[in-house]
């Protein structure tokens, strides 16, 4: 299995447009991906740009981060519906327009305002500019806005980022229709637990991240078997025997798994 994933990289570096694929495989410490996320919460305010550059500057080789879809339809990263626990205001993203959203501060881990802004998906790709890839996990459900996918494939495709952006949601409906609105964007699903998965509804998935605490060695192999790979969230501690197996650790603290400090 290791050799395997091992010579699929080979092959995904020297064919190019299938690294993004392929850098998620393997299951040794060398090749295990890690994905900061909400751009590494324990390095700064979750979601910001700060913390981003921080989760590259650890070694992060992913940055993942939440949108929503604001009043007037721009691209907002965050990661609850309401911006009620990260800012120094309160309400629905999507009752409010970006101008409105972009006066109030988010707040260091002590509740405190600092001077960073609620970004936009454009801001975050034009800061990571292809130095990380991106885990994009789209919002649904609640009062979530229609349209959310067509106007992050827009913006990444405006962007030039189709190459190092992956979406992923636990809603069924949202990575079907990524799928179908952009086949050349890799999507994932993820799950809190694999009971009674149908494998087959996400045969276009190239991921299934699932919560740590779930991610027994049968739905591993299982999911490998299939040819695909598995991410764990939130793994905030090292543990070996799961990281042996999985091909990929989501994480509120990179630094835990890649050795290295953020400036």
């Known amino acids: 299995m290791i050799h395997f994933f091992r010579t699929a990289a080979v092959f995904a570096a020297i064919l190019g447009v299938a690294l993004q694929a392929a850098s998620c495989s393997g299951s040794t410490e060398d090749e295990l991906v890690v994905v900061a996320h909400r751009g590494g919460a324990m390095l700064g305010p979750e979601n910001s740009l700060g913390c981003i550059e921080k989760g590259i500057e650890s070694g992060a080789g992913w940055i993942e981060i939440d949108v929503h879809l604001s009043a007037d339809g721009e691209i907002v990263v965050c990661h609850d519906h309401s911006i009620d626990r990260t800012t120094d205001g309160k309400g629905l993203i999507s009752e409010m327009s970006y101008d409105e959203l972009r006066k109030f501060r988010l707040l260091d881990r002590d509740g405190k305002p600092t001077d960073e802004h609620l970004p936009t998906l454009e801001e975050v790709l034009g800061l990571i500019e292809g130095r990380a ?81 779930n991610a027994t060695r049968e739905f591993i192999e299982e999911v490998h078997g299939l040819g695909k790979e598995v991410k764990v969230w939130t793994l905030n501690e090292y543990d070996a025997e799961l990281l042996d197996m999985v091909d990929g650790v989501i994480t509120d603290d990179p630094r835990i798994f890649t050795g290295k400090s953020a400036e």
């Open 133 to 213: 890839g991106l885990l994009l996990e789209i919002k649904y459900g609640g009062p979530s806005l229609p349209g959310i996918e067509q106007a992050c494939i827009d913006c990444i495709r405006r962007m030039g980022a189709e190459d190092h952006v992956t979406i992923q949601s636990f809603d069924d409906e949202v990575i079907i229709k990524t799928h179908e609105l952009a086949p050349e964007i890799r999507v994932e699903k993820l799950l809190s637990s694999p009971e009674e998965f149908d494998f087959d509804k996400y045969s276009f998935a190239a991921s299934f991240n699932i919560f740590h605490g």
